[in-house]
């Protein structure tokens, strides 16, 4: 609205100065102003407006300015008067500053002014530059020109000021003769000239508002900084044109107090690890204290909480330590556990030495008792063999003498041998016989 009036005052002072001064340059200005008058009724920022002036001004002077120009010199009626203008008087009469004097123009007589007060003599000679008259249509002609740009300039702004346009997720509160009238949606709508106007344009989508730290001071008497986002939307334009002077300083306002009275309800330590608790008690307390301004509050988020510095380092320190103690137990656990893998490890070592000393003793074992037989397999076979080679006698005392040999080698400390060793070949010789034939009564 501010600037609704600067490029209204604007046109007008241009309009007085061409007025006065008929150069045809003031008027530029005037367009100019116009078209920031424009992009003003369209929500335009103040400097793209400024910008918009300059341009459409410097333009119409430097294009539009020569064809006015032209234009203007054309449409003059000259008359009789007019075409005296450029001709050469006689002066019959002096004159001078102080005194107007008399010239003879083509066997008329004319009363006469000098320019920049110059003196003329009797019988000298001068140009007819103006005649009264002339100058005073040619202001007229302008008079119309800048007329006609004002009446373009005011039927414009009656359109756009009739003829209001509405966004999407926008509304617009209207006001006839300063009372509210309705609200406009989104679409095309139609005002009555200088009798409806929008008060306030809304936009109706989610807004965030980042709030600076606010001090708070908790149950146990702890001083600390805490920032809050509050997110909302509006859904009565009417309530929150009209509600509340200033709704968003308002919220922030209400957001502070609301949350000084929930922190001051808590300790320190609640505050730090309940921040879901504060956001949900914040949210429906801000809700329910907008709902007059048209106002709702969906979420609210406590961004940080910074504590004094010595309450920092005071939870440094015990973070610190229980991140030690924490340590301390890993490390012990990682021990213990170690150790009852070892043993684990050294039971199923044990086992597995056991078990295998027990399958190499069974398996020699096995492997002895598998050589006796084949051993006693072997000697059966050795006899057998014997046996059916029917052997002689010197034969059987000769082994019953290798036999001797080796009871002797032996580790035995006494050995009983026979005193006739004719008698040992005898019994030998029985021993084969019966050997022979295992079935022969003695």
Not at 81 to 90: E, K, M, V
Not at 110 to 131: D, F, K, P
Request: charged residues 20%.
């Amino acid at each position: 609205m501010d600037s609704l009036v600067v490029w209204s005052g604007v046109m007008i002072a241009c309009i007085v100065v061409e007025i006065l001064t008929v150069s045809l340059v003031s008027v530029w200005f005037v367009i100019g102003a116009f078209a920031a008058l424009i992009a003003c009724l369209l929500n335009v920022s103040v400097p793209i407006q400024v910008a918009i002036f300059l341009v459409v001004s410097v333009i119409c002077a430097i294009v539009a300015r020569p064809m006015a120009v032209k234009s203007l010199k054309g449409n003059i009626i000259h008359t009789n008067n007019d075409a005296l203008i450029g001709s050469h008087a006689l002066v019959i009469k002096r004159i001078d500053a102080d005194h107007m004097g008399e010239v003879r123009i083509k066997n008329q007589i004319w009363s006469a002014s000098s320019l920049h007060n110059l003196t003329l003599e009797e019988g000298e000679y001068g140009e007819v530059v103006a005649i009264e008259g002339a100058h005073l249509r040619r202001v007229i002609k302008m008079l119309g020109f800048i007329l006609m740009i004002l009446l373009i300039a005011i039927v414009v702004i009656l359109i756009f000021s009739t003829v209001k346009i509405v966004p999407q997720s926008y509304a617009y509160v209207v006001e006839r003769i300063g009372a509210y009238d309705r609200t406009l949606n989104v679409g095309l709508h139609i005002l009555i000239p200088l009798i409806d106007r929008v008060s306030n344009r809304v936009s109706l989508k989610e807004q965030v508002m980042d709030f600076a730290p606010q001090p708070v001071i908790t149950k146990d008497n702890v001083t600390m900084q805490i920032d809050t986002v509050v997110y909302f939307s509006i859904t009565d334009p009417k309530l929150f044109t009209y509600g509340v002077v200033r709704p968003i300083n308002a919220i922030e306002t209400l957001t502070a107090t609301t949350l000084r009275n929930i922190i001051g309800e808590l300790e320190l330590d609640d505050t730090l690890t309940s921040r879901d608790i504060i956001n949900s008690k914040m949210r429906s307390i801000l809700d329910d204290a907008t709902d007059p301004w048209g106002i709702k509050v969906t979420r609210v988020e406590v961004k940080n909480i910074l504590p004094p510095r010595d309450i920092q380092e005071a939870m440094e320190k015990q973070m610190r330590a229980e991140r030690e103690r924490r340590e301390a137990i890993l490390v012990a656990e990682g021990k213990k556990q170690a150790a009852i893998l070892n043993a684990e490890g050294d039971k199923e070592s044990l086992v597995l030495r056991a078990t295998a000393e027990k399958e190499a003793q069974i398996a020699k074992a096995e492997g002895q008792a598998e050589a006796l037989r084949l051993v006693y397999e072997a000697q059966a076979k050795a006899i057998q063999y014997i046996n059916e080679a029917n052997p002689e006698s010197a034969y059987i005392q000769l082994e019953g003498l290798k036999a001797l040999k080796n009871l002797a080698d032996g580790q035995a400390t006494k050995i009983i041998v026979p005193n006739d060793l004719a008698g040992l070949a005898g019994t030998l010789t029985t021993l084969s016989e019966s050997l022979k034939d295992p079935k022969k009564p003695e």
